[in-house]
């Protein structure tokens, strides 16, 4: 097959890959405290460079074509969006560093972190994430249960008061390299080591009862990187027909007699 094809068909897949990315960031436009992913493109160098197969034989002028290029894996902006206001008690929001720690597993490894403050109150009395239900952990690692039909107050440093007396404190906790942090859908962030345990730090950040953290996708900037990625993956797309057209004419003429 001709070099340039495979060459412009990397590119049309990482340019699809951007794509799909973008598009998610842009689907999410008014999920509470989605936090946007970012995928960067890197250029391949040669197999034998890359495989350290120095001893093969190959040819220098198509070595220094490269091997087109690849995505990076993605990442996460974890940065603060704006608070918006619900009035609702069961609303969540954290001003400032920090994530709601919750249990989704048994063990160390099976707390998770999350921005996203919409709760509930189950039919256990304990309060919950509201989309999946599980449970948010105080500031000792235990779940927290509150009186049914009694309102409750989350003080900003996350201290609970129900009733005039205090029940528990919420868990708001960091970790020190939020670049290990992998995205796990509905909200939820976990350690980026398969099986591994989050190494969770106490966080400055403050709650803000009644509000919640909107997306931190930007309308304008999405719909242009998802338009520029299609775009870009589209023109690869154009180039390996002509690719196609050639190798065909090639083969068309071949060994005819003028």
């Known amino acids: 097959m001709n070099y340039g094809m495979y060459v412009s068909g990397s590119a049309m897949l990482t340019h699809m890959a951007r794509q799909d ?4 960031n842009l689907a999410n436009i008014n999920t509470p405290a989605f936090k946007p992913d970012s995928i960067s493109v890197r250029h391949r160098l040669d197999v034998r460079s890359e495989d350290g197969l120095t001893n093969w034989p190959s040819d220098s002028l198509i070595e220094r074509l490269g091997a087109g290029v690849m995505p ?3 990442r996460s902006s974890i940065g603060q969006a704006a608070l918006q206001r619900t009035e609702s008690a069961l609303d969540l929001g954290i001003e ?4 709601f720690v919750v249990r989704a597993g048994s063990g160390p490894e099976g707390l998770r972190l999350t921005r996203d403050g919409r709760t509930a109150i189950n039919a256990e009395g304990r309060l919950v ?3 999946e239900g ?3 952990l105080d500031d000792a690692g235990r779940e927290i249960r509150l009186a049914p039909n009694i309102p409750f107050e989350i003080q900003t440093d996350g201290l609970i008061l129900q009733g005039g007396s205090r029940v528990a404190r919420l868990g708001i906790s960091t970790v020190p390299d939020p670049s290990g942090l992998r995205k796990e859908g509905a909200g939820l962030f976990g350690s980026a080591r398969p099986g591994g345990a989050l190494d969770l730090r106490d966080a400055s950040g403050l709650v803000r009862q009644g509000h919640l953290e909107a997306s931190g996708v930007n309308a304008i900037d999405a719909i242009m990187d998802v338009e520029g990625a299609a775009k ?3 023109g690869q797309a154009r180039i390996i027909s002509y690719y196609d057209e050639l190798s065909a004419s090639a083969i068309s003429r071949l060994g005819r007699v003028a």
Do not use: M, R, S
């Open 232 to 234: 870009a993956a589209a």
């Open 96 to 99: 400032g560093e920090g994530f």
């Open 72 to 74: 990076t894996p993605t």
């Open 129 to 131: 994430t509201a989309n």
């Open 134 to 136: 599980y449970p948010l």
């Open 21 to 24: 990315v973008f598009a998610n």
